[in-house]
Every structure is written in structure tokens, then in C-alpha cells.
């Protein structure tokens, strides 16, 4: 065991100290003691001076005076590097100036832990950067409050212009349920989780070729998918977007959605409900030809019929196409999607609030009538569901204004599926199944850095799935795989030193192009 020595030097008067390590000579039979010299002690203060051979480490470890602590920085090193690589941290200084640090710890938070915000201090107390004190339960109640709609608008702008450039755009809706009733947007209404609680709806847009949320917005819980295009076109006419490219599922669907879609000049491709009868009737003209050779298509591995034509829009006749597909095995899975939606159609008419944009199936699949006795009776009308069935399902169509090559228009919405991945992380991963806040402003802070935090994790996963990574860690398990990697500072006049990385860890921050911190 190795002890520390002090020795004076009476002809200098200089006091140097030694480490002495105690061994066993086997020649001699006899233990025996090896010094090596490790510094000296100030004439005047008693410090302790230690030998510029020494590593800060060794130098800190002999003096008995110094103090040292750690802070994790294992998670904030990828999560900075990530941060600064997709222009984040620039932007967000940009707009909300000082306070973007901690609205960045925060989205650190969320990213790595997950919970509620009012632990976020305790956490932050561990790790880097050192601004716990920043972060009290209060000090985040009011920095939330504070993040008004303007600055989240300009916010946005900056994100897009840096973002969207010749992208498609995902555009979905899901709901997030709440404890609260006393904020103005938390309505009862259709829970995509089969809640019975008040919600609000979350809409989102998500870059296909970015991979990355570009724009959300809040709406009340009462309000349907197929409303809320129109709110979303007209609050980027006031941003001055641009014109844009949406692609969307069947629930958006809507003779005036798409009037408004083309009267904005915006590229779009959107799913169309087989139920319409305009499209029945392109269905019917092809019926007989389209299973032939020249419909075949195989699109990712699967067998396809495609028919398309050229199929103007509206009054000013602007060009988009109808892209008419059959998938013979997946006909099946068609008809029960199909009974499933007559299911709910069925709900909503019994239930006494029947949505606006489900009138035409209304009107086709079911018999209404009315009794004195019995009230409003809802059946199925069976010969109009058993004639769709045998004509129509396994059939899909697409309407575009902007793809004509079926093929690509189909790969392009089957794309999509990625705003439901993101919506999944803000849910599960980010702690916002459930929203306890009450104050209207206070939500709307708590989405924003939830959205912030999506941003990082979606910008993660891109890259891990452009490498091995993917196959070994999902986001979180890989940020907590970087927790032990750790920053010791030490008082006084020693530097700070960053423990050894493991060979995990060095293996991730080489796969992620991040330099190992020093």
C-alpha cells in the first residue's frame, strides 16, 4: 500500500513529498519501500505543490485538501452534438435568446428520462451543464408560461426555412388526454386511446426526406381530422410558408379540403375513402382491364394492380392524377376495415353526433328511422355494404397534384407511417399520454419543449438507422448507455479530467461521428 512522505531538505529548506510503496524483495527475504517523488509543499502556505510529470488526476489524488464531484455527460455530449449539427441550438438562441439552455436541458430530460417536468431539477443536479438552479418547479412554471406564440411562430419559420426544402410533408393528428377540464382546448371528443377522459388534438407535420417534425399545432379535443386542414392552410398563408407538399391519409379527406388544397397551389397526395362515389365510378371503368400485365407493379415486394389517369380538379381544371390500386391478398384485410369504419359510422349516428364529412357513407351504408316509440333506430343498409364488397374491396386510390407515376406516389404516402412514430415517441417515450397541467400557457410550454425533444430523438434515430446502431439500442437505451461517461472536476488548481469512456461507449460516439470528449 502506497503512503504518503513528507521530507525536509535542510540545505535548501524545501519540503518535498514523497509517495512510498511498500513491496517484497524476494533476493533479499525482507520487505522493502520504493519513493518516488510527487511534488513539494509551498514554504509559506504548506500547499501542496505537485511534480509537473503528473497527470491532473494523480496530482488532485495526493493532495489531501482538494475536494472533487462528477457530473454525467455521457447523454448531453450526443444530445449537444446533435443539437448543433441540425442547426437546433442556433435557431432556438435566435429567437428565445439566454433561455434556450434550459429549454434545451429540459428537452435533455424528457429525451433520457422521461416524466414529469417538475423533476427535471434533481436530474439536471447530476449532469452537465451545471444549471439546476435554473430549473426549480417554479422557475419551469414560469419559463413555459413565457413562451408566447410569436416567438414559437418565428420559431417555426426559422425550423422550416432550415428544414422543408423540396421535402413531402406527413401531415397527421392524434389526441393526448388530460386530467383537466379548465383548459379551453381540453374537450371530450373521439380519444384515439379509447379514453374516457377530456383531450386535446395535436396536429403535426413530419419531413419524409429529413425525417425530422417540422410544424405542430393544437386544437381543441371536439374537433375531427377532416376539419382541421383548412385551419392549418390558413395559418401558413399568414407565415408566408410557401407552397408546400402534404401527404395524408383518408381521414383528411374532403371535397373541400382538396378544393382548398388546389385553390393554395399546394402539391399534395392524399388517400380517398373507396366509399365515394365519384371514385367508384373510376373503379368501375377500369373493373376489367386492371388486373391484367400492364397493371402489374411490384412496390416494396408487393403485388400491386395500377391503373392512373389524368383527373382535373375544380373549376380552374387544375392537373392532378387518380391512382387506382388492387391488392388481391390483402382483400381481406380490406373488408374487415371495412366493417370496422361501418362499425364506427354506426357509433357516431347512434350516439347522436354524426360527423359532417361521414354523410356520404351515411346515406349509402345505413337505414335510419324514426318512431315514436322507439326513438331513432340505425341499421345496415346489407345489399349497399354487400355490393361494395364484392366490387370494391381490396381496392385503394390516391388523389395527386404534384406525382403523376403511381408507383412513387404510393411509396411517398406509405411514408407516412413515420409521423406515427413520432407521435408514439411523444406519447410513450416523452411522458405526454397524460397532460397534468391546467393553464392553457403552461400546455402550450409543455408541447413545445416535448416537440423540441421529439426533434433530437427523430434526428438520432436517423442516424442510428443509417448504421448498426439501430439494431442494438433504441434512442433511450442509447443515451443511458452514455450515463457513466462522467466529468470529475477537482478544487483548487487541478483541472477537470473525463473518466474513461468504455468500449461501448467509444464504439458510439465513433458510429455518430461525436469526437470523445476531453
Same mark, same amino acid.
Given at each position: 500500500?502506497?503512503?504518503?512522505?513528507?521530507?525536509?531538505?535542510?540545505?535548501?529548506?524545501?519540503?518535498?513529498?514523497?509517495?512510498?510503496?511498500?513491496?517484497?524483495?524476494?533476493?533479499?527475504?525482507?520487505?522493502?519501500?520504493?519513493?518516488?517523488?510527487?511534488?513539494?509543499?509551498?514554504? !509559506?502556505?504548506?500547499?501542496?505543490?505537485?511534480?509537473?510529470?503528473?497527470?491532473?488526476?494523480?496530482?488532485?489524488?495526493?493532495?489531501?485538501?482538494?475536494?472533487?464531484?462528477?457530473?454525467?455527460?455521457?447523454?448531453?455530449?450526443?444530445?449537444?452534438?446533435?443539437?448543433?449539427?441540425?442547426?437546433?441550438?442556433?435557431?432556438?438562441?435566435?429567437?428565445?435568446?439566454?433561455?434556450?439552455?434550459?429549454?434545451?436541458?429540459?428537452?435533455?430530460?424528457?429525451?433520457?428520462?422521461?416524466?414529469?417536468?417538475?423533476?427535471?431539477?434533481?436530474?439536471?443536479?447530476?449532469?452537465?451543464?451545471?444549471?439546476?438552479?435554473?430549473?426549480?418547479?417554479?422557475?419551469?412554471?414560469?419559463?413555459?408560461?413565457?413562451?408566447?406564440?410569436?416567438?414559437?411562430?418565428?420559431?417555426?419559420?426559422?425550423?422550416?426555412? &432550415?428544414?422543408?426544402?423540396?421535402?413531402?410533408?406527413?401531415?397527421?393528428?392524434?389526441?393526448?388526454?388530460?386530467?383537466?377540464?379548465?383548459?379551453?382546448?381540453?374537450?371530450?371528443?373521439?380519444?384515439?386511446?379509447?379514453?374516457?377522459?377530456?383531450?386535446?388534438?395535436?396536429?403535426?407535420?413530419?419531413?419524409? &426526406?429529413?425525417?425530422?417534425?417540422?410544424?405542430?399545432?393544437?386544437?381543441?379535443?371536439?374537433?375531427?381530422?377532416?376539419?382541421?386542414?383548412?385551419?392549418?392552410?390558413?395559418?401558413?398563408?399568414?407565415?408566408?410558408?410557401?407552397?408546400?407538399?402534404?401527404?395524408?391519409?383518408?381521414?383528411?379527406?374532403?371535397?373541400?379540403?382538396?378544393?382548398?388544397?388546389?385553390?393554395?397551389?399546394?402539391?399534395?397526395?392524399?388517400?380517398? /375513402?373507396?366509399?365515394?362515389?365519384?371514385?367508384?365510378?373510376?373503379?368501375?371503368?377500369?373493373?376489367?382491364?386492371?388486373?391484367?400485365?400492364?397493371?402489374?407493379?411490384?412496390?416494396?415486394?408487393?403485388?400491386?394492380?395500377?391503373?392512373?389517369?389524368?383527373?382535373?380538379?375544380?373549376?380552374?381544371?387544375?392537373?392532378?392524377?387518380?391512382?387506382?390500386?388492387?391488392?388481391?391478398?390483402?382483400?381481406?384485410?380490406?373488408?374487415?376495415?371495412?366493417?370496422?369504419?361501418?362499425?364506427?359510422?354506426?357509433?357516431?349516428?347512434?350516439?347522436?353526433?354524426?360527423?359532417?364529412?361521414?354523410?356520404?357513407?351515411?346515406?349509402?351504408?345505413?337505414?335510419?328511422?324514426?318512431? /315514436?316509440?322507439?326513438?331513432?333506430?340505425?341499421?345496415?343498409? =346489407?345489399?349497399?355494404?354487400?355490393?361494395?364488397?364484392?366490387?370494391?374491396?381490396?381496392?385503394?386510390?390516391?388523389?395527386?397534384?404534384?406525382? &403523376?407515376? /403511381?408507383?412513387?406516389?404510393?411509396?411517398?404516402?406509405?411514408?407516412?407511417?413515420?409521423?406515427? &412514430?413520432?407521435?408514439?415517441?411523444? !406519447?410513450?417515450?416523452?411522458?405526454?399520454?397524460?397532460?397534468?397541467?391546467?393553464?392553457?400557457?403552461?400546455?402550450?410550454?409543455?408541447?413545445?419543449?416535448?416537440?423540441?425533444?421529439?426533434?433530437?430523438?427523430?434526428?438520432?434515430?436517423?442516424?442510428?438507422?443509417?448504421?448498426?446502431?439501430?439494431?442494438?439500442? =433504441?434512442?433511450?437505451?442509447?443515451?443511458?448507455?452514455?450515463?457513466?461517461?462522467?466529468?470529475?472536476?477537482?478544487?483548487?488548481?487541478? !483541472?477537470?479530467?473525463?473518466?474513461?469512456?468504455?468500449?461501448?461507449? !467509444?464504439?458510439?460516439?465513433?458510429?455518430?461521428?461525436?469526437?470523445?470528449?476531453?
Amino acid at each position: 500500500m502506497a503512503h504518503r512522505v513528507e521530507q525536509l531538505n535542510k540545505k535548501t529548506g524545501v519540503t518535498y513529498v514523497y509517495e512510498s510503496q511498500a513491496y517484497w524483495d524476494k533476493e533479499k527475504k525482507q520487505a522493502r519501500s520504493k519513493r518516488v517523488c510527487v511534488g513539494k509543499l509551498d514554504p !509559506k502556505t504548506g500547499e501542496f505543490i505537485p511534480s509537473k510529470r503528473l497527470t491532473s488526476s494523480t496530482a488532485a489524488a495526493l493532495d489531501p485538501s482538494v475536494t472533487a464531484s462528477a457530473q454525467v455527460i455521457g447523454p448531453m455530449v450526443v444530445l449537444d452534438a446533435f443539437s448543433k449539427k441540425i442547426g437546433l441550438t442556433r435557431i432556438l438562441k435566435s429567437v428565445f435568446g439566454d433561455a434556450h439552455r434550459q429549454m434545451l436541458v429540459m428537452s435533455y430530460y424528457l429525451c433520457v428520462m422521461g416524466g414529469a417536468l417538475s423533476h427535471c431539477e434533481a436530474w439536471a443536479r447530476s449532469h452537465e451543464p451545471a444549471i439546476a438552479s435554473s430549473l426549480s418547479s417554479q422557475r419551469i412554471s414560469e419559463l413555459l408560461g413565457k413562451l408566447g406564440t410569436d416567438k414559437k411562430q418565428s420559431f417555426f419559420l426559422k425550423w422550416m426555412d &432550415k428544414v422543408v426544402e423540396h421535402d413531402y410533408l406527413c401531415y397527421d393528428i392524434t389526441s393526448v388526454s388530460s386530467y383537466s377540464e379548465l383548459n379551453e382546448y381540453i374537450k371530450y371528443g373521439h380519444n384515439r386511446d379509447k379514453e374516457k377522459l377530456p383531450q386535446l388534438n395535436l396536429a403535426m407535420l413530419y419531413g419524409q &426526406k429529413s425525417q425530422l417534425p417540422v410544424y405542430y399545432h393544437r386544437l381543441s379535443g371536439s374537433i375531427t381530422d377532416v376539419s382541421t386542414l383548412g385551419n392549418l392552410l390558413e395559418h401558413f398563408k399568414m407565415l408566408d410558408i410557401g407552397n408546400l407538399h402534404y401527404i395524408m391519409d383518408k381521414g383528411f379527406y374532403s371535397k373541400k379540403n382538396v378544393d382548398a388544397l388546389v385553390a393554395n397551389r399546394d402539391r399534395f397526395t392524399l388517400a380517398v /375513402p373507396m366509399n365515394n362515389k365519384w371514385v367508384q365510378k373510376a373503379v368501375d371503368g377500369v373493373y376489367d382491364t386492371i388486373h391484367g400485365p400492364e397493371g402489374y407493379q411490384k412496390i416494396d415486394d408487393e403485388v400491386l394492380y395500377v391503373h392512373s389517369m389524368l383527373h382535373p380538379w375544380g373549376e380552374e381544371r387544375r392537373r392532378c392524377y387518380l391512382h387506382i390500386y388492387f391488392n388481391a391478398i390483402n382483400r381481406a384485410v380490406a373488408i374487415d376495415r371495412f366493417n370496422e369504419e361501418l362499425l364506427g359510422y354506426k357509433e357516431e349516428l347512434e350516439s347522436g353526433y354524426p360527423v359532417t364529412a361521414h354523410q356520404e357513407a351515411y346515406d349509402t351504408y345505413f337505414i335510419i328511422t324514426t318512431t /315514436p316509440k322507439r326513438g331513432q333506430r340505425v341499421a345496415f343498409n =346489407t345489399e349497399a355494404v354487400s355490393t361494395y364488397i364484392k366490387r370494391y374491396a381490396g381496392f385503394q386510390a390516391l388523389i395527386s397534384h404534384g406525382i &403523376k407515376d /403511381p408507383v412513387k406516389a404510393m411509396q411517398v404516402y406509405r411514408d407516412k407511417d413515420v409521423v406515427e &412514430k413520432c407521435f408514439d415517441d411523444l !406519447k410513450n417515450t416523452l411522458d405526454m399520454k397524460r397532460l397534468r397541467m391546467h393553464s392553457s400557457a403552461t400546455v402550450d410550454g409543455r408541447l413545445f419543449i416535448q416537440f423540441i425533444a421529439v426533434i433530437l430523438i427523430s434526428a438520432i434515430r436517423k442516424k442510428m438507422r443509417e448504421t448498426s446502431l439501430i439494431r442494438d439500442y =433504441t434512442v433511450r437505451e442509447l443515451l443511458r448507455e452514455m450515463e457513466t461517461l462522467t466529468r470529475i472536476k477537482y478544487s483548487g488548481r487541478y !483541472k477537470s479530467i473525463v473518466s474513461e469512456a468504455t468500449k461501448k461507449q !467509444k464504439h458510439i460516439l465513433k458510429t455518430l461521428d461525436i469526437p470523445l470528449p476531453d
